[in-house]
C-alpha cells in the first residue's frame, strides 16, 4: 500500500532523510520507532506532501505520490493525524470533526460523525463544547477522530501517546490496534516502544534520518544490541 525508495529529504538545504525504503501492506501496523530528532516527523510531512522529496520515490497503493499536492494526496486516503493533535482550540469538537471531512467523505459526513462517536462515546457530550476545553485525551481522541472523518485508506499516527497518562496509553493503543482489526492499515510513529511493539505487525527503527533496523518485533526484541543502542531498553 505505502511503499518508501531511497528517499532523501529535509527543510529548505538541509537534509534529514537519508535514503529512507519503508514498505506498509494492506491491513498492517508498521512502527516507526526512533528518539526525539530522529526524523520521525520530517518522514510522515515528506509522505503527505508537505514537505518536498529531494530524491527517490514515494508510491501509495501503486501510484507515484512524490510529486502529489497535499489535498491530492488526502483526497487518495492517506490521512496523517499530526503530532501535538493540534485541534482547532475556538471550533467546537462538532465542527473540528466536520473539518476533518474537508477534502474527502463529505457526502457521508453524517454517517462518518456518528462513526468516530462510536469510537469515541466521550465525545458524544461535548460536542457544542469548545475544542481547547477539552483535556489532553480528550484532544487526541478528537484529533484521531477528525482523521477517520476523512475515511483513510491508511492512517498515519504521529506520536499519538505524548503527553497522555499511562492509563490513556493503555486505551489509545487498545483502541489503534481495534482501528487495525476492523481492516484500518497504520503507521504508527512513536517513541513509546515497548506499547507499539506489542501491536505492530513490523516496526523499523530510525536514527539520524536512516533505518537502522527492519523486522519483526520478536526478532527486534531478541536484539539486545539494538534495543540498547537505539531504544533504551
Known amino acids: 500500500m505505502l511503499e518508501i525508495s531511497a528517499l532523501r529529504g529535509g527543510y529548505g538545504a538541509v537534509e534529514v532523510l537519508r535514503g529512507i525504503n519503508l514498505s506498509l501492506h494492506p491491513g498492517e501496523i508498521v512502527a516507526l520507532l526512533g528518539s526525539n530528532g530522529a526524523g520521525k516527523s520530517t518522514l510522515n510531512n515528506t509522505v503527505c506532501g508537505l514537505f518536498p522529496a529531494f530524491s527517490g520515490r514515494i508510491s501509495f497503493d501503486g501510484t507515484d505520490i512524490t510529486r502529489a499536492k497535499h489535498t ?5 486516503g ?5 503530532e501535538g493533535r493540534r485541534v482547532f482550540p475556538n471550533l467546537s469538537v462538532l465542527e473540528n470533526l466536520e473539518l476533518g471531512s474537508y477534502r474527502r467523505g463529505r457526502a457521508r459526513r453524517s454517517q ?3 462513526r468516530a ?3 469515541f462515546p466521550g465525545l458524544k457530550g461535548r460536542l457544542a463544547q469548545r475544542a481547547g476545553t ?5 484532544q487526541q481522541m478528537l484529533a484521531i477522530g477528525r482523521g477517520l472523518m476523512a475515511e483513510p485508506r491508511l492512517l498515519i499516527l504521529d506520536e499519538p501517546s505524548l503527553g497522555l497518562s499511562p492509563l490513556l ?7 489503534i490496534k481495534e482501528l487495525n482489526g476492523q481492516g484500518l492499515s497504520i503507521l504508527l510513529v512513536e517513541q513509546n516502544v515497548g506499547q507499539s511493539l506489542e501491536i505492530a505487525h513490523r516496526a523499523y527503527v530510525l536514527e539520524n534520518g536512516a533505518i537502522v533496523f527492519h523486522g519483526t518485533p520478536a526478532v527486534l526484541l531478541a536484539n539486545s544490541d539494538l534495543k540498547r ?3 533504551g531498553l
Open 229 to 231: 543502542a537505539y531504544l
Open 117 to 119: 462517536l462510536g469510537v
Open 112 to 114: 462518518n460523525i456518528e
Open 72 to 76: 491530492a494526496i488526502v483526497a487518495a
Open 134 to 138: 477539552l483535556s489532553g485525551g480528550e
Open 169 to 175: 496509553v493503555e486505551e489509545l493503543f487498545s483502541l
Open 78 to 82: 492517506l490521512i496523517q493525524v499530526p
